[in-house]
């Protein structure tokens, strides 16, 4: 993790030199497809009448008990921001869930209007697996309602929430805001670098980056190339940009930090990361992937922090997947 706080980081050695290179479009792109009315059940949406503004907890009337056998869902609003199409993309949610055998609400989100907290959306589908099917291809902005049957819901998520009243058996209704979609990776166009003596990028189909680092010495000055141009909005020094990162020691190559490997991409503020890192980044726009070659006086120096060792030449794949907006007040 490039933040200047010493903090460790975290070593996470993967074979990434086997990754083929493709130029397919990353999974939470524009060009992936998706087909949002194939799965919707609009009959849900005269059983389960849904009222109240979509930045506040909402109401349900619905006829219960409501068992369900599996996931059916259907959108009460529709947005027309960026599409779910990966369940590794981050997003901000808001979400209540009912009880289908009483229609009462259990456990909710705080609908603050924050959009900061960002997290992949794997973390909700592993609680309740039935979202999957519910998210996969619905918009920013829109208002789903999904009813989740046993299989739907984890016995993992039923016993973490029993103390707050959560049916250990049965159906629940959820009721999901999409506040926010972040693409899943990078999703610019593939520019021309010289890269001799440089690292090499290779990317597999979901995004994910390989580094390939050469035989070569390392470069004394910072090396910055953009090998995907986004076309969003550019960095400043004191934006927090959402990003996903794979961060490789030039000398070992190995990696030794990877938002991919932890699951999720990373909110970083870029006036409280190392120097080279940005460097690298100001100026950049997002939907652009970024690779910085940051030289120790721009990194960690002669003493290094955790596992990278001091006077280590650090190799930077960066993917620009937005900028946060202050926390709301």
């Given at each position: 993790m490039p933040v200047r706080q010493k903090t460790p980081?975290?070593?996470?050695?993967?074979?990434?030199?086997?990754?083929?290179?493709?130029?397919?479009?990353?999974?939470?792109?524009?060009?992936?497809?998706?087909?949002?009315?194939?799965?919707?059940d609009a009959d849900l949406a005269t059983l389960v009448q849904v009222s109240g503004s979509?930045?506040?907890?909402?109401?349900?009337?619905?006829?219960?008990?409501?068992?369900?056998?599996?996931?059916?869902?259907?959108?009460?609003?529709?947005?027309?921001?960026?599409?779910?199409?990966?369940?590794?993309?981050?997003?901000?949610?808001?979400?209540?869930?009912?009880?289908?055998?009483?229609?009462?609400?259990?456990?909710?989100?705080?609908?603050?209007?924050?959009?900061?907290?960002?997290?992949?959306?794997?973390?909700?589908?592993?609680?309740?697996?039935?979202?999957?099917?519910?998210?996969?291809?619905?918009?920013?902005?829109s208002r789903v309602v999904a009813a989740l049957g046993e299989d739907g819901i984890s016995d993992e998520a039923r016993q973490a929430y029993a103390q707050a009243g959560f049916p250990q058996e049965g159906s629940i209704v959820a009721v999901v805001d999409v506040r926010k979609v972040y693409p899943a990776a990078a999703t610019g166009s593939p520019q021309y670098n010289d890269g001799f003596g440089l690292p090499s990028v290779v990317r597999a189909p979901d995004g994910r980056p390989g580094v390939i680092v050469p035989d070569a010495p390392a470069p004394k000055e910072l090396v910055?190339?953009?090998?995907?141009?986004?076309?969003?909005?550019?960095?400043?020094?004191?934006?927090?940009?959402?990003?996903?990162?794979?961060?490789?020691?030039?000398?070992?190559?190995?990696?030794?930090?990877?938002?991919?490997?932890?699951?999720?991409?990373?909110?970083?503020?870029?006036?409280?990361?190392?120097?080279?890192?940005?460097?690298?980044?100001v100026g950049q726009t997002v939907g652009s992937q970024v690779m910085i070659v940051i030289p120790p006086e721009l990194g960690y120096g002669e003493e290094g922090q955790g596992t990278i060792p001091g006077d280590a030449t650090l190799v930077f794949v960066v993917d620009i997947l937005g900028v946060q907006d202050a926390p709301a007040q």
């Open positions: 980081a975290l070593l996470s050695v993967v074979a990434l030199t086997g990754l083929a290179l493709t130029g397919c479009a990353p999974a939470g792109s524009a060009a992936a497809s998706c087909d949002r009315a194939a799965g919707a979509s930045d506040a907890a909402p109401e349900v009337d619905m006829p219960t008990p409501f068992p369900v056998d599996e996931t059916e869902y259907v959108d009460v609003e529709t947005g027309d921001g960026p599409a779910i199409t990966d369940m590794g993309q981050a997003a901000v949610l808001d979400m209540t869930l009912f009880d289908g055998a009483t229609g009462e609400p259990i456990i909710g989100t705080s609908y603050s209007g924050d959009e900061t907290s960002v997290g992949a959306l794997s973390q909700w589908t592993t609680q309740f697996p039935g979202l999957e099917d519910a998210l996969q291809c619905a918009t920013e902005g910055v190339q953009t090998l995907l141009k986004g076309d969003g909005e550019k960095l400043t020094a004191s934006d927090t940009p959402l990003v996903h990162y794979t961060g490789v020691l030039w000398e070992e190559k190995t990696v030794f930090d990877s938002s991919w490997e932890k699951g999720s991409p990373v909110p970083f503020p870029l006036d409280g990361v190392i120097e080279g890192f940005t460097q690298g980044l």
